[in-house]
């Protein structure tokens, strides 16, 4: 049997293969599909026996380099020093192309230093530079379960994609093989323990995500995807600036993550790095002021947008802040952790009640969900490590399966508009079915998002912190509000409703399905999830025996949770047995005029009934929220870093 370090070598390695593979291609072909797919099951199944591996072990667990027949270190270090200066190469030569001169200085300002100190032999040379524990365990779940089915879903989604966008070149073969190199670079990053290793598996997911987003070569999608491109590059400055400042101010004696969670929080050149790492996590994690390039996001394909906001590159800054949870504790830097962490969370949650157009709701909503992850890691108290990392497993699948199923009603309608999904259960009722379970995994009891939530309201009370309880019950208010608007949208029939061609590949649905099911299953498992998964993480995070975050009590309320799914509508089935169904008539401003299709207003008028729901634009636009909400959160990302640079210099 393989070991759990040669699985997770062929995960780092594997995706780069099948994306050579995929990319040679060209054309839509049966092999090309099922080459997608049986790379896709083969990666999910590494990943899940990688995962099990290290759970079952409980405990970290380091690659040794050496003694070794081969000098595998040197040979690691050399590829991965030439995959540097090629990331920088496509920044500069695509920036100087498009005239985006400052993402080439960015990436300069970025890697070049540590190039020029990796070829001087500055960094101390290294023992180990691989590391597994439970979360990496969660992270190969999460990236290596959702990430392959999104990869799957892309074969046949495409497909359709440029039957409706014939403007657009038909670039399927780069696509496909993008999404496997993300996925090569996820694994990677949270497989290593060298920060230099880490480093440019971080630059590898912010390149992708440049071009993935800019697949479709359009003035929007250009400069979105440079917009996204300047923006994480910044942030990998601020990592390659921590990487830097413990090289230069603390000897080299910190040269690994393992090292770094070894130190104390009162050596202030640790916790400079600490807090330049953090930084790049909030620019990874689309936290504001740097929300605006997964707004952005949105004009790429689904498959791209449902890997972003889902699986991995957003995933990759709350991990990180995860990994570095335990040295916010009682710190500055944790305390404006959590303030930005909170009030994106709110911000973004009133921001989601405007909108109409239904990428830009999910949108929104993963913002707002990764502020409320960033704020539990920000704590720093085992309650909220345990919701940042309960939090994180259910918004991987509940958003992936909602981006698909966006993506399959705009190419069946036409439209991904809210207003045209009103009695989408009639229409599509396939699809109206899995959308109605995903919205319902975001925000209702008992799935893990809501449940999730009171831990994260118990480790903020903790905190003694009562802004971040505002946020939370507040952003919670507006999180039902527009969840709940459109899952009536969708469920509200009316008599113009017909049914529609429900064109779905199949290898959509071997995506959707799945997740589907998983977060019907995750709902059941949620106790045996805390214990089994949860909690590995809680005790390897915080180097001790964590007591059990849900207590017997509160698993006993969760299962009543459960049962009532069963009951409230057995029961309502078994009360109405005998009695006749009626039609009622909507009720509305005005007469109703009998047919349920039109109405009688104050001038005896018959006009066409027609419901809407209210956006609220006026009073939480984009117009009026969004660039307060930048200037305040970029105020406060100024200060937490200046701050902490004066407490060093």
């Not at 040197?74 to 190469?89: A, D, M």
């Not at 305390?335 to 994106?344: L, S």
């Amino acid at each position: 049997m393989p070991t759990i370090f040669q699985t997770s070598g062929f995960l780092i390695l594997f995706p780069f293969v099948a994306a050579l593979l995929v990319f040679a291609q060209r054309k839509d072909t049966k092999f090309r599909r099922g080459t997608v797919i049986v790379s896709g099951f083969l990666i999910m199944a590494a990943s899940v026996y990688t995962a099990l591996g290290i759970l079952i072990g409980g405990s970290s667990v380091q690659a040794p380099f050496k003694p070794d027949p081969i000098d595998l270190y040197h040979i690691s270090e050399c590829v991965i020093l030439g995959g540097e200066i090629f990331l920088l190469l496509v920044v500069i030569i695509l920036s100087f192309k498009h005239k985006k001169i400052y993402c080439a200085l960015l990436g300069m300002l970025g890697t070049i230093p540590v190039v020029a100190l990796e070829i001087g032999g500055y960094f101390p040379e290294q023992e180990t530079a691989l590391r597994l524990d439970p979360l990496s365990a969660v992270m190969f779940l999460i990236a290596g379960v959702v990430g392959p089915l999104i990869c799957m879903y892309a074969v046949g989604y495409m497909s359709d994609y440029h039957h409706h966008h014939t403007n657009v070149q038909d670039r399927t073969n780069v696509f496909l093989s993008l999404l496997f190199v993300f996925l090569g670079g996820m694994f990677g990053l949270i497989s290593s323990d060298s920060l230099t290793w880490i480093y440019f598996f971080w630059e590898i997911t912010s390149v992708c995500s440049f071009l993935l987003i800019g697949y479709t070569r359009t003035g929007e999608a250009i400069n979105n995807s440079f917009r996204a491109l300047w923006m994480n590059l910044l942030g990998g400055c601020g990592f390659a600036g921590g990487i830097l400042a413990l090289l230069i101010l603390d000897g080299g004696r910190v040269n690994s993550l393992s090292v770094l969670m070894q130190q104390t929080r009162e050596n202030p050149v640790v916790m400079l790095a600490v807090t330049l790492f953090a930084f790049a996590a909030l620019t990874k994690s689309a936290q504001f002021p740097f929300s605006r390039w997964l707004l952005g996001a949105m004009v790429a394909p689904t498959p791209s947008s449902a890997l972003l906001h889902s699986a991995t590159m957003v995933k990759i800054g709350v991990y990180m802040l995860i990994r570095l949870s335990p040295l916010f504790t009682h710190t500055f830097t944790g305390i404006m952790i959590t303030v930005i962490g909170g009030f994106t969370f709110f911000a973004a949650s009133l921001l989601a009640i405007s909108q109409h157009d239904g990428k830009k709701v999910l949108a929104y909503s993963t913002i707002s969900n990764l502020g409320l992850i960033t704020a539990c890691a920000g704590t720093g108290t085992t309650e909220g490590v345990w919701a940042a990392v309960m939090l994180m497993l259910f918004h991987a699948v509940s958003k992936s399966l909602l981006f698909q199923t966006v993506g399959d009603i705009e190419n069946i309608m036409g439209s991904r508009d809210i207003e045209d999904m009103h009695g989408l259960v009639i229409k599509l009722p396939r699809l109206a079915l899995i959308m109605m379970i995903g919205i319902c995994g975001m925000f209702m009891a008992p799935f893990g998002m809501l449940v999730s939530k009171w831990a994260a309201l118990k480790a903020f009370v903790d905190s003694q912190s009562v802004w971040l309880v505002i946020f939370l019950v507040f952003g919670s208010g507006s999180t039902l509000f527009y969840w709940a608007k459109w899952l009536g949208k969708i469920c509200t029939v009316i008599h113009q409703s017909v049914n529609l061609d429900d064109s779905t590949h199949g290898s959509e649905l071997i995506s959707m399905v799945p997740l589907t099911g998983l977060i019907v299953v995750m709902c059941f498992a949620f106790p045996w999830m805390s214990d089994y998964i949860v909690q590995p993480v809680l005790d390897a995070t915080f180097a001790m025996k964590v007591p059990n975050v849900v207590g017997g009590a509160d698993t006993i309320i969760m299962m009543i949770m459960v049962a009532m799914i069963f009951i409230v509508p057995l029961g309502s089935r078994f009360l109405s047995l005998g009695a006749r169904d009626r039609m009622t008539m909507s009720y509305v401003a005005g007469v109703n005029a009998g047919d349920d299709r039109h109405y009688i207003d104050s001038f005896g008028k018959s006009r066409p009934l027609y419901l809407a729901n209210w956006y609220m634009e006026d009073y939480f636009g984009e117009k009026r929220l969004l660039w307060p909400s930048i200037g305040i959160s970029a105020v406060i990302v100024i200060l937490m870093v200046l701050i902490v640079m004066g407490g060093v210099f």
